[in-house]
């Protein structure tokens, strides 16, 4: 499930088209302001096994997300910082150290055509990024414009640059995920509004980027009055038939008919995108200025690092 994403495919959802997107857009931010990209350029989003990818060209790179244990050529090479390979170069990844979903950027984005507006992968609508599939072997994946690097890394096989993102942008970060009550969070029984903040959930196996199905004690309603199907996000916390409840992910369906009893706040979202099966998930339900304080203070963080990342790289290429 190796796919070309960017930040969404925005403005269709009336029609039917789900945004779809990357999982963790803090960390494909992250990789594409490390090699100067744009923050809507394209990259390739990893799953593990993940993909191998042979360079036919020298570029320049960064890795953001999950740890892979990365290499190139077979020497080992790190998250977080811009990284120049050579021409004929081999990047490969080789054990999950932690994290679920990592992002691979490089200098220039990928020539890829945009399908309504976004990079982004439809492997349901077989359409946008790369073929509108999951990549596959011996796939070739031409290169936007970039610099020519050949002076700068000379005959070295590869240059790790000494800077490195900081991703640490809340210093009071916690495990928990934070949400907010949803449009139905009142049809849950007052003993289901605390259990639904004191037990622990586990994700399943039938998750992936639709939405992550979790096994916790079941929750209980006061009606059983059926909900009219409404819209969805990213996020939206429903809660199905049974008593268990699912969290929709990047590929959610544009509308639902379970209640959505929560929301899971947009500054957490990515947190909740580094978790796989077997993961424990811990709610806490927060207030919207708390909410909207959180995200400004991850997009401040993120400006900064930006226009850091910008600095180092324009000093880099002038040597």
């Not at 740890?67 to 490969?92: M, R, W």
């Not at 072997?137 to 031409?142: M, P």
């Not at 929301?263 to 998930?281: C, E, F, N, R, Y």
Request: include cysteine; glycine fraction near 8%; hydrophobic fraction near 40%.
């Amino acid at each position: 499930m190796d796919t070309v994403q960017d930040m969404g495919r925005h403005g269709w959802q009336y029609l039917g088209i789900n945004p779809g997107g990357v999982m963790d857009k803090l960390s494909a931010q992250v990789a594409n302001m490390l090699v100067g990209n744009e923050n809507q350029d394209a990259v390739i989003e990893l799953h593990f096994p993940a993909s191998s990818f042979f360079f036919e060209q020298p570029a320049l790179i960064a890795l953001a997300g999950a740890d892979f244990s990365a290499t190139i050529n077979g020497d080992e090479v790190p998250n977080l910082h811009p990284i120049l390979v050579s021409k004929y170069s081999i990047l490969q990844f080789h054990s999950m150290v932690n994290g679920a979903r990592a992002y691979l950027s490089i200098k220039g984005g990928l020539d890829i055509v945009k399908w309504l507006g976004s990079y982004s992968t439809h492997v349901k609508a077989a359409a946008g990024g790369y073929k509108g599939r999951p990549l596959q072997n011996d796939d070739e994946i031409g290169l936007g414009a970039a610099p020519d690097f050949c002076p700068l890394i000379g005959k070295k096989e590869y240059m790790v640059l000494p800077w490195k993102a900081d991703t640490a942008w809340n210093s009071d970060d916690s495990e928990e995920i934070l949400i907010l009550p949803g449009n139905e969070f009142s049809r849950l029984t007052d003993s289901s509004k605390e259990e639904l903040s004191r037990q622990s959930y586990v994700i399943t196996n039938q998750s992936d980027r639709m939405g992550y199905q979790l096994k916790g004690e079941p929750l209980s309603v006061n009606t059983n009055e059926e909900v009219v199907s409404s819209g969805v996000n990213f996020g939206t916390v429903q809660l199905l038939p049974g008593g268990q409840l699912i969290v929709l992910m990047a590929d959610h369906q544009t509308t639902g008919g379970y209640p959505r009893v929560a929301h899971v706040i947009t500054a957490d979202h990515s947190k909740l995108a580094q978790m796989k099966p077997g993961d424990a998930i811990r709610f806490k339900v927060t207030d919207l200025p708390t909410a909207e304080n959180l995200l400004i203070k991850q997009h401040q963080h993120l400006l900064q690092l930006q226009n850091a990342c910008i600095f180092r790289l324009q000093e880099f290429i002038k040597k």
